[in-house]
């Protein structure tokens, strides 16, 4: 697999457990917002029987003009995110391969409500900052943002940058999980197949949601994952 190297500008802390790696873009390099790739280090070694890769996705939009990932470290982790964490600084490389997926809004649909869950929400800054300068006139978005911990990672992103940008677009951030599945049920109810319905979390939480929109008639097909495997 070929990878190229991306110099890390910037490590921001989002919350108490999650950080941002900003880097710039190496030449010649592409991809769309809402896509994933795998990360390597460089020049850093990790502990015997764990990997010096994983996938994360594209925190960032082309639009930004960096590229970035952001991850939840949490108290006990790997001695990759160890080095994430303690040891990485900013002039050191960070190597990227070619971008997977396509995790987009669907541009016939003019509903589309995003179910967010915790360190899930990076595919999704990475769509809003793109549809901040790319938004359809008719399309509106809501989005049902859950974190159990009331720490959202971009809210002053979303709310500063995000929500000027966009006519009508709507956020809720919850810590309730009776409010979660609720707001996803009051939605389906009122709008049905006429939206699409863009999910990303954990495993569990996608097929939970999955199972649930199912349960209320909506097709498969006006559903999208995008799964965080605990990397």
Partial sequence: MEFKDAILRKIV???SDSYSFIMDVPEGYTWTAGQHVLWR???????EGDRDSRVFTIAS???DGFLMFSTKIGEKHTSFKEI??????????????KPLGSYAFDPE???SLIIVGGIGITPIRALLKHEMTNHR???KITVLYSNST???AFRDFFTNEVTPAIPGIE???ITDRAAFTGGAEAYAKEHGNDAEYLIAGSPGMNDAFTDQLKGLGIDEANIKKDTFMGY
């Fill in 41 to 47: 280090l460089k020049d850093y070694k990790v502990a």
């Fill in 61 to 63: 939009a082309p639009e």
């Fill in 171 to 173: 956020f809720n951030y």
């Fill in 109 to 111: 649909k003019d509903l």
């Fill in 150 to 152: 009331d720490e959202f």
């Fill in 84 to 97: 994430l964490l303690n040891q990485i600084k900013p002039g050191d490389i960070i190597q990227v391969a």
């Fill in 137 to 139: 006139d008719g399309h």
């Fill in 13 to 15: 802390k989002e919350t």
